[in-house]
């Protein structure tokens, strides 16, 4: 099967998402994959000039080898004109994919490429499947063009042979956005079970001095501003346990923010930022934590959310802090190694807790038995059978 598909994000610096962990395991599996994806962080580029330009490249992968082609269409590095161009420029590069490389399906992960995908495919007959892992239209950063987005996204909803979701609150809302039901596929997130259960940490804990009787508090990802780490960092300050750590591994708005938190608190031994690290060396650091986070502000972007990297931590053998959000907690309920916060300050609190009441094991190792059952290669069987149901 051929497939190809269309993002509105950066395939190559962003990640592994769902979707690179679906595609490079498809191409395992003897299809083959194109991207055609989107520059998003474009604005720290602008000193290379007004114009980012295209780019091929194959053979590219995150998770397992031998990869997908990438396809970045040219754009202009400019506010509103990196849209305008955009649709020009995707368009052709839709086009060009849909003539030369003869895809079978098209799978959608944004916005406006989608919307032109759809409208190509269906005058080839080529079906298009919406794969929806976030509240899309939330994720334009001008709130302008917010309602204008969300309607492009219902239009692709109604407009998809098939949408393909990742939980229970993301399939409420596509069908509130206008997916059909009958057409409309949960597919969870998966994870690498053997490669996080067996993981070892004690390398990692050496590296940064982490002591026996500390407690390492855990994040990976992008740093949002609504993360909450600031919090969660100012109040380990606050409270002065020298014997609780915080390892941040990523990159965002909150980089530099994290990194004044630190100097001004003095928390050079406490607070460690570390940049993204090669996807094979991700397990041995969440065996290195005790407690793994994702303590997010309140926001609407987050509402439906589960993040891929709550099934690798769970299967790390951690529990996990996490917001009170109603998508995480229609997946993963009570008592599976998840336990909810109010707000992100009371990571502090609750893991001296856990750790003082000894509970911190017994908790992740429901956590474990929870995604067991979520390995990928079944992830990816699902994901496969329903392409093949689709092109049927």
């Not at 020009?88 to 490389?101: G, S």
């Not at 079978?104 to 032109?116: E, K, P, S, W």
């Not at 609504?226 to 919090?231: A, C, P, R, V």
């Amino acid at each position: 099967m051929k497939i190809l598909v269309v993002q509105e994000s950066d395939w190559l610096e962003r990640g592994p998402h769902q979707s690179h962990h679906l595609m490079e395991r498809m191409v395992q599996r003897g299809h083959e994959v194109h991207v055609i994806d989107f520059p998003i962080g474009w604005k720290k580029e602008m000193h290379k000039g007004f114009v980012s330009p295209k780019h091929v490249r194959k053979d590219v992968y995150k998770v397992v080898p031998p990869g997908v082609t990438v396809i970045r269409p040219q754009i202009i590095r400019l506010p509103i004109l990196c849209y305008l161009s955009l649709m020009v420029t995707h368009r052709l590069a839709i086009e060009r994919e849909i003539i030369n490389f003869c895809p079978d399906v098209i799978v959608g992960f944004g916005l406006l490429n989608a919307r032109m995908a759809i409208h190509q495919g269906n005058k080839r007959g080529i079906p298009f499947v919406y794969y929806i892992i976030d509240e899309l239209h939330r994720l334009v950063p001008e709130e302008l063009f917010q309602p204008i987005a969300k309607n492009i996204e219902s239009g692709n909803n109604k407009r998809a042979k098939a949408v393909i979701t990742i939980n229970e609150g993301l399939k409420d809302y596509c069908i509130d956005m206008g997916a059909d039901p009958e057409n409309l596929f949960v597919i969870r997130a998966g994870v690498d079970f053997d490669r996080f259960s067996k993981a070892d940490g004690s390398a990692i804990r050496e590296k940064y001095g982490f002591k026996d009787d500390d407690t390492v508090l855990f994040f990976m990802g992008w740093l949002y501003d609504f993360s909450g780490l600031d919090e969660v960092a100012i109040e380990m300050a606050r409270l002065k346990n020298k014997n609780l750590k915080l390892l941040i591994l990523g990159k965002g708005e909150l980089w530099n923010r994290l990194r004044e938190i630190r100097d001004q608190y003095n928390l050079d031994n406490c607070l460690i930022i570390e940049d993204w690290k090669p996807y094979n060396e991700v397990p041995d650091y969440l065996a290195a934590a005790d407690i793994c986070l994702l303590p997010s502000k309140r926001s609407r972007i987050m509402e439906n959310i589960v993040p891929i990297k709550l099934y690798e931590y769970l299967a790390a053998g951690k529990v996990v802090f996490v917001s009170d959000l109603s998508g995480i907690k229609k997946e993963f309920k009570e008592g599976n190694g998840v336990i909810y916060l109010k707000e992100p300050k009371e990571v502090v609190i609750q893991a001296l807790d856990l750790i003082s009441s000894g509970r911190v094991i017994f908790e992740g190792i429901k956590a474990q038995d929870f995604v067991r059952s979520n390995e990928w290669s079944l992830m990816v069987e699902q994901f496969e059978i329903a392409l093949n149901e689709v092109c049927m």
